[in-house]
């Protein structure tokens, strides 16, 4: 899984940085309003808001907007949307598994959206269930190295749940049970470790390797599924080697 991690943690620096900035606020907005309304809207006492607060925070989400929807979701301002999760599977290009995660307020729209962009990309979608049991719910920490050391951070997680710590160049992915994220996310925060995000993601069970040419098509079928307004989060199960990583740049 190092592969697919790795790109996506390289991607997600990118989006923070390019034009699609717009619509990575937008949807971590909608994260903090969601998880206020199921949560509540104090953070010390919602986990999830915590999280989602400080993902929008290290992707420069001016402060006045994460407040406003953290209001919002609480229900001290007037104003939120009636947000839905709806997950949706399909088939890219060289078999490779996708779960689609779509935050909307418009059923009809998300799946007009995502049908659109799966079949104009060499994907389609798939029946229900026919793609999610390849995937595992799991909590996701991405922290930079900062010249710390594997089996330091392995040691400050491990008995609190934490499952394995990979390597992705400039920073570690620590995996737990998703149950566990926030004790794995503490216990580095009360080892002065500084973290990048902490989610509740889906991994693969199974990965397609892809070439070159296949991993161009797969990313841009992702990339056109991210661009839809209602999707918040794209999974897949293929594996990039470095060295294709970096043909595909």
Not at 176 to 199: C, F, H, I, N, P
Request: hydrophobic share 40%.
């Amino acid at each position: 899984m190092s592969g697919h991690s790795k790109w996506a943690t390289t991607k997600h620096k990118k989006a923070a940085l390019d034009a699609k900035r717009g619509k990575l606020f937008a949807r971590l907005i909608k994260n903090i309003e969601v998880a206020a309304r199921t949560g509540g809207g104090d953070p010390d006492g919602n986990p999830t808001l915590y999280d989602a607060i400080q993902k929008a925070k290290k992707n420069s989400v001016p402060q006045d907007n994460i407040e406003r929807a953290r209001k919002r979701g609480g229900g001290e301002e007037a104003g939120g949307a009636d947000w839905q999760t709806i997950n949706y599977e399909g088939y890219g290009p060289n078999g490779v598994a996708i779960l689609i995660e779509c935050l909307t307020d418009n059923r009809n729209r998300a799946a007009s959206e995502v049908r659109t962009a799966l079949t104009r990309n060499g994907g389609s979608l798939a029946d229900p269930g026919s793609v999610a049991y390849l995937f595992n719910r799991k909590g996701v920490v991405i922290m930079p190295k900062n010249d710390v050391a594997e089996d330091d951070v392995l040691m400050a997680v491990l008995d609190v749940g934490a499952e394995e710590v990979n390597d992705l160049g400039e920073s570690f992915e620590i995996v737990s049970e998703a149950t566990d994220l926030v004790s794995v996310r503490k216990a580095l925060q009360e080892a002065g470790y500084d973290y990048e995000s902490a989610d509740a993601s889906f991994l693969p069970s199974v990965s397609v390797p892809l070439d070159a040419e296949g991993a161009k098509k797969v990313f841009r079928l992702i990339d056109a599924l991210e661009d839809c307004d209602d999707v918040q989060n794209v999974y897949a199960n293929f594996d990039v080697s470095d060295e294709v990583l970096a043909e595909v740049g």
